[in-house]
């Protein structure tokens, strides 16, 4: 056997796992490569970039960093930004690091893209039973994942880093740990709402004894301990409460390039029609998402990590498909959970890839301009692969029967 093979094949422990040198090798050039293809797309100027991230990033150098915390937004035109106060405190520290403000705010994401790839690695370690090849096959999916080097390295948004947390309260809550699965969930939160996906997901899982309720306290407490520093600042309590409402009440728009079933009603309704269908739709969300945790709450089965990845795919899928005011972005957790899942077969790998198919497409609406004029096509397509997700999960409930 040559020197090389000898090599490669050395096997280290890492984290009680035993790897060989080869696979080491594989993930670290993955990561590596999965930087430079980010880097490629440094220079490209998206047009939130253009209108509000920039727009924020030079309110809070005119401000000289820390102040820029104590400003309320729209009050005046010093502050204008709509994110959660986590994010605010991100762009106050790259504003002392200083630098190009493009670049510095793509870093933040690509690090935070590593941490979610590092993640699905080991999500799909539990998914897989041990299987390292295919743990770091994962790792290296989630690198070079369209939409999400297409998120960080050409749009320069952020959903990498509430993803980052939401991945790790699902993997610790897969482990047993309820208390971390709330700290990290309300530290996503914190970031965006969107991390509010994972809820379905959680209160099924309670229904099942996988939750530990009284651990619910945490997060409260843990979002709580991420407002101090702009309290410090000045912020009034209640106003930074009130962000995601006013972000809620932003849009009236049924359908923000997410290919879901609002993408079948006619354009040109009435501000009040649009309305009166949010309210609607929210609520027959709602009575879905409750009536299958209502039919899995008697149904007696093996909870297997496989289900659990299933679970939270379905359940989020289901929410962007059946809620108005759906970004095309909002898809990003299902879309990094289904590498964990696809990795487990060609058919769920298939599965995969029919959704990046449609998230790419929808991405490029934005960022690039696109052929397709028309989401409805879209939307049939997402409906199949929401069902064949559903009878999976079915399946397997089926096949752990006890």
Known sequence: MRTIDDFFDTEISVSGVKIRMLDLFFG??????????????????????????????????????????????????????????????????LHYI????????????????????????????????????????????????PTCVLNSGAWAQCDSVYTAFALLSIYHLMKGNNARFFIYLAISYSFKQQAIFIIPFAIILWLKGKVKIRYIFLFPVTFLLTLIPALVAGRDFNELLSIYLKQVTTYSRLS???????????????KESRLMLISCGTVCCILLLGTMAYYVRDKAFEITFLYMVTLAVFTVMVSLFALPVM??????????????????SYKRMGICAVVQAISVITYSRFLFGS?????????????????????????QMKKAEV
């Open 28 to 93: 670290t050039v993955m990561l590596g490569l999965g930087i430079a293809v980010r880097l490629s797309l440094f220079d490209f100027e998206s047009g939130d970039y253009s209108f509000f991230l920039s727009t924020w990033m030079k309110e809070c150098h005119e401000a000289g960093g820390f102040p820029y915390l104590g400003i309320t937004p729209g009050v005046s035109d010093k502050s204008t930004i709509n994110y959660g106060c986590m994010y605010q405190y991100i762009i106050v520290l």
């Open 98 to 145: 200083g630098g190009n403000d493009l670049h510095l705010l793509k870093t933040v994401s690509v690090i935070f893209d590593m941490i979610c790839a590092v993640t699905i690695l080991r999500i799909a370690f539990l998914v897989t039973n041990g299987n390292v090849k295919k743990s770091l096959m994962a790792l290296g999916a989630v690198m070079f994942l």
């Open 256 to 270: 923000m390039n997410y290919p879901n079933i609002y993408c079948f009603v006619a354009e040109g309704l009435s």
């Open 327 to 344: 970004h095309e972005r909002y898809g990003y957790i299902a879309e990094l959970l289904l590498v964990a899942y696809g990795i487990t």
């Open 371 to 395: 052929t397709v004029t028309a989401l409805w096509p879209l939307a049939f397509i997402n409906l199949a692969v929401i069902l064949a997700i559903g009878y999976d999960l079915y399946d």
